[in-house]
Every structure is written in structure tokens, then in C-alpha cells.
């Protein structure tokens, strides 16, 4: 079994490449990744020198280097998680988003169509539903849930979902797609919530919460959703999209609380800075379809992930460090100069 894996070396794909590589004794893993300012090399360093596994930097917008690593690995299951995925990023400069989430899609799927895959799985995201009120907390996304973005970012996603449906209707290329809450732990780049929090606190540094801080995320820690995506793409129902969460819903000034708290670190280190423009208010998945037919359930509870993840940005400081020193310095004063 030869799988490609797009985007393996940002958070969640190098996360999956490790999780498969352990699970799976005798796949080959291939790694395809532009290496944009999101994927780290360094992340794969302990997958490198291994004859499973391959690493190619290139872009799937470029349909040569698609092709030709098609041709070469001749691939049983394409896994894409290659995308840019900062909603920030997406409000200061659509047009990478569409070229990456939606053409790159549409690249892959080709080729996937060319050399007969078995299985194409697009990683997509519950913010393909828009979000929920925060009054309603009955309400949850079902896979029936319509579409209905807010950001440039979960619109690229959107699009790129309804492109893969229609691949599978049209062509008949064997899809699955899921869609994921927020996830967390290791590799985590610093730019997103918890990293970013873990990251400033340890520096003693302002804690810039959206807001109010009253928006809810449903979070799942990283290995939950690899293992989800391990069982759609070998029991999962062709044609068919699988909700993926864990029922951990927490307000984002909650989450800055905990990691105050884990790094005994002061609250008053929290600043409410400006919002996000056209800021989600909640997402709260339904993943009753995954456990119904897949069995698929969370394992690690948010206590004993958060801890997990902190230690984990304590004894990787080199890595996220390295990360925040570089062109990363110029994104934080753009976002964050004012505090
Ligand atoms: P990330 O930003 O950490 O990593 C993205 C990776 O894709 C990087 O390694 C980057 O170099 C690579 N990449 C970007 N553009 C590329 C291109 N044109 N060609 C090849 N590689 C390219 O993202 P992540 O948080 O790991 O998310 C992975 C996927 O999961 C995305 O599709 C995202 O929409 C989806 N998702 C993320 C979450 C989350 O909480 N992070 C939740 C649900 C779904
Ligand atoms: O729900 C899945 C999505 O989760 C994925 O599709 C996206 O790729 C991923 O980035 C994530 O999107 P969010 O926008 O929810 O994640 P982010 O970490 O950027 O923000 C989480 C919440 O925290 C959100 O309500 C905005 C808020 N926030 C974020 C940052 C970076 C702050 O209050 N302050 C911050 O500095």
C-alpha cells in the first residue's frame, strides 16, 4: 500500500505520516509538500532516512510534479491535507486560498483520475458550515448541515468539498472527505490559538484574545482525527462525507485560562484586542455517522491532552522557536504590533 500524503509537513499531516508509519508496518508514506511558510522539514526528521517513507517538495498547483510523482509511485490512496489554513491569513490575502485549496484539489484529482487511485480523502473542515449560535447549544453540524461560510478560507474549503462530490458523481473517482473541529498538540504551528498562547505566556508576553473571548471552539486533540482519517480511508463509504469531533466544546478565554494556569503563568497577561472580521461564533460538531459506522470515538480527553500538548511545547522549544524567529517576526507585528 503506497499512500501520498499532501501538506505531511505541516501540524496535522506529520502527524498523520507518524501515526500511519506506526499503525501500519509495511505502507509507504509519501510526503508531498510546497514546504510554504506553514511546512517544516524539520518536523520529518525522524521519518527521513526511512526506506517507507519519501519526502518531495513540491506544489500541487503544479501539474508536471503531480504527474510525475504519480508516475513514479504509481500511489494506492491520496490523502490531501495540503492547504493554507489561517483564517487571518485568508482575510488579509484570499488569493492563495483559492489556488492551493480549490486548484490544487482539482490537480490532484486528476491525477488520482489518470492513474487509476483507489482513494482520494479530502481533509476538509467543520467550518465549511459557517457557525452556530451561541444561544442554541442544542444545535450541533450534521453532515446534512448546509454550507454557509464565513471567511475567505472555510469558503476556498467549501468550494474544494463540492468539487470532490462532483468528481466522485461525474468521473466516478473513488472520494471521501472529512470534516474536523479544531485540533491540537504537537507541531502545532505558533500562529494558531493554543500554540500561540503557550508560546507568548512562556515569554511573559501579552495574550491577545479576540474580543470577548466568548467564541467556542470544539477541540480535539491531533491523533483522534488521524485515527478518523485512518478508518474513513479503509472502511469509510465512497461518495460520502464523516463529521469528525470529540463534543469538547470551550470558549477561547477558557483555553487562555488553562494554559495561564498549566504554565502558572498570571491572567493578566490576557489583552481583548480587536475582533476578527466576520468571527465564527461557535462550531460544535455531531459525530454520531463516524461512531455509528466506523466505530470511531475520541480517545484523549481535553485534561490529559492540554497537558500533553504544553509539556510538549516545553521540551520542543527549539522547534517552535526556530519557527518564531524568522519571517514568522514580520506576520506577529502586522497582527500584533498595537499591544
Ligand atoms: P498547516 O497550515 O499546519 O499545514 C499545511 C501544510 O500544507 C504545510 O506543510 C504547507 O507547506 C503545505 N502546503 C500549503 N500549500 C501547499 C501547496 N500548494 N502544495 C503543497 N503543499 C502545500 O495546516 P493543518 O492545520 O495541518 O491543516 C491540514 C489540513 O486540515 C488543511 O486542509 C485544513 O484545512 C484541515 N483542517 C485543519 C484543522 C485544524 O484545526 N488545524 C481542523 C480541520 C481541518
Ligand atoms: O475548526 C477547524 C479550523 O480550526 C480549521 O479548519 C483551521 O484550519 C484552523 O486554523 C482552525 O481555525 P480557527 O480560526 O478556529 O483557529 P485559530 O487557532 O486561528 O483560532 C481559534 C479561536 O481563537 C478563534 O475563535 C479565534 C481566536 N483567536 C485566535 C488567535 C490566533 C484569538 O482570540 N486570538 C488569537 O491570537
Redesign the pocket.
Known sequence: MTIIV??G?????SNFIFYMLKEHPGYRLVC?????Y??NLSTLESVLGRDDFRFVR????DREAVERLFAEEKPDMVVN??????VDRSIENPGIFLE?NIL?TSVLMDACRKYGVQRYHQ????EVYGDLPLDRPDLFFTEETPLHTSSPYSSS?AGADLLVLAYCRTYGLPVTISR????YGPYH?PE?LIPLMIANALANKPLPVYGEGLNVRDWLYVEDHCRAIDLIIHKGRVGEVYNVGGHNEKQNIEIVKIICRELDRSEELIVHVEDRKGHDRRYAIDPAKIHRELGWLPETKFEDGIKKTVRWYLDNQKWWQEIISGEYQQYYEKMYGGI
Open positions: 499532501t501538506g509537513a505541516g501540524f496535522i499531516g508531498l509538500d510546497k514546504l510554504t506553514a511546512g513540491a506544489d500541487i498547483c491535507f495540503a492547504a493554507e489554513s489561517h492551493t490544487g481533509v476538509s473542515t467543520d474549503k474536523c473541529s479544531n485540533n504551528f494558531k
